[in-house]
């Protein structure tokens, strides 16, 4: 490989992704952000009173679209965009806001480190791998020499800058999380933890096969189980909000026009001598690909067209799952998989199987006089294939339950069959048609998409709406207008979602930062634009007893569960010895679950249990071949007998142990310093405004 191409090849290292705490590092240096700043334009936001102008934003949202899509080889979709600039507006919150600290702590990278980390022995892996052959071995001078190399000069700058600012990110998540450590006991917890396998025999009394009728619960436990509880109850500030959703859906006319300009195209198409596949690349939204499909895989509206093509022929536009879709039949194969399509009246069990053979017969015999098949689905069907006159379409084996298929695929086309019996009822079928040939396609994609004129009358009706409700009242003019005003469930101040419309921030802190009855703005969100209005404000404090009453219920119903599986498991342990055999815990409670676990670990799983610390915390200790006192867990009560563990190996331990404390400190102190960010961003004045420039 040329060096100017292996030194490019490093540039999807330093784009950097979103959504990673120093993301746009690289980004904000080549946007001169200082630059930006001393601009006098608009401003979607600010942080800590330090101002985010649109053009700053959109600028960062541009390259780090660019680079994500270099990066991964795919393009972001435009319905997705919403979420990337959220992802995008948080990395730049962060990074202000480490800055700020960065300065303050007083970190510096010099030139000298990244040159060391650049030049050193042991340069970062992002740069090594470029450089190693399939055998893995690394050709440091190859390396060196396009380092070195002055066409590659730009390259290696902003490669420098990116080790550089990843040094900075060591310093200073070593600054802040400085006192934490791992100590030798902790590695050993965690190293027997993870290695320590063991199997046990065990009688499990699950909780759940104790019936509810075993177990009294009176108003006085639930009122006291509140009173000794109440750090449990206590709420935070919550709101609701009602809102009106301007569904961002395509209008009738977007999709006649996504059609007509694929009429157009196709029109086009048969008076040229240009390549089909040449329109593909030109006006199709899939890459171009010739496929050979079965026909129950191709929407129904378009199977029969295609069965009855000719080869070569053009076919479409069709509106399909894809979107408005054109075809060219390439060619008619033989196919591995016979298919069939078939139509059927369904009529359902009732449990009286007399009688619904019966009525079967009777419609089969009207059939065989002469009605008309589509006309007695439609009405006395029980299946919703009865509003297509009970046709099915095309489908291939595997498809339908076993005694529908054989019937579908050894029927005569055009016969009526006699009542054919499943799972699901008797059905009357009929076997239209059968094919044993599966297309050869080429397709031309136009996903149906809302226009910009339609995205703009909804934005507009919703500043109408906005406007109006504002004067006259949010749901009377929600009413006048016809729109559907949902409420949302309680939320507190720290949602990230919304339920029904989606992470928006915005949304949030405009129902936290007014009183029941205030009406927003609009808001884009990701189905569309919004109109809210605050209709609930929770203050601070205990829930009532009975708001919560249900709860409590079932709290103390499991906890008296679990007593009386405990109580169960000691009658059960006071039948069998030490090393005995446990059969006889299904004489004493039929439900009792007598078992042995394969392998487990004390941070795993438990084989035919799940997750349950009481039981695995017991084994890990536990002597061997000796059934255990009652344990109560979270799901029921258990005895167990450790049958097989793994001896502990101190040397084992030392030879690793190093390492394992190595991954444990890195692991603690990225928690530490995730959460020292997020505190970081909770302290802060954070002013979101993109919702009033993104629409």
Known sequence: MPMMARIRGLAPWFMLTVGGLFVLFMVLSDSKVTDFLSSQQQNVGSVDDEDVTYQEYSSLVDRARKNQ?????????????????????????????????????????????????????????QLRQQFTDSTGNFNRQLYETTIRDPRNKEIVIGVEEQIKEQLIQQKLQNYVSASVIISDEEAKDQFIKQNIKMKANYVWIDLNTIPDTDVKVSDDELKKYYDDHAEEFKQVAERKIKYVLFNKLASKDDSLSIKKNLESIVTKLKNDTATFKKYVEIYSERPYSKDTVQLSTLAPQVRDVLVKAKTGSIVGPYDT?????????IDKVKSKKEQVRASHILIKTTGNDKADLQKANDIYNQLIKGADFASVAKEKSDDGSKFQGGDLGWFGRGQMVKPFEDASFNGKIGVIQKPVKSQFGYHIIKTTDKSNQDLVLEKIVNKIQISASTSDKLYTDAQDFSFIAKKDGFE???????????ETPSFNEESQALPGIGVNQALVKFAFENSIGEISDVYRVQAGYVVAMVSDATKPGLKKFDDVKTQIKSLVLKEKKLEKSLSIAKNIRSKISDAGDASVAKSIWAAAKVDTTAEFTSVGNIPGIGREFAFSDYSLEAELNKWSQPIKGSLGSYLVKVNYKVKFEQGTFEIEKLMTKKQMLLAKKSRYFGQWVQDLKKEAKIVDNRYHFYR
């Open 69 to 125: 899509e270099e990066a991964s080889k795919q393009t972001i979709d435009e319905a997705q965009m919403d979420f990337f600039r959220d992802q995008v507006w948080d990395a730049l919150v962060t990074q202000k806001l480490i800055n700020k600290k960065v300065q303050e702590f007083g970190i510096v990278v010099t030139d000298n480190e990244v040159r060391e980390a650049l030049l050193g022995p042991n340069p970062p892996a």
């Open 321 to 329: 799952f894809e979107g408005y879709v054109v075809y060219k039949v």
């Open 476 to 486: 009377s003019e929600a009413k006048l207008l016809k729109y559907n005003v949902i």
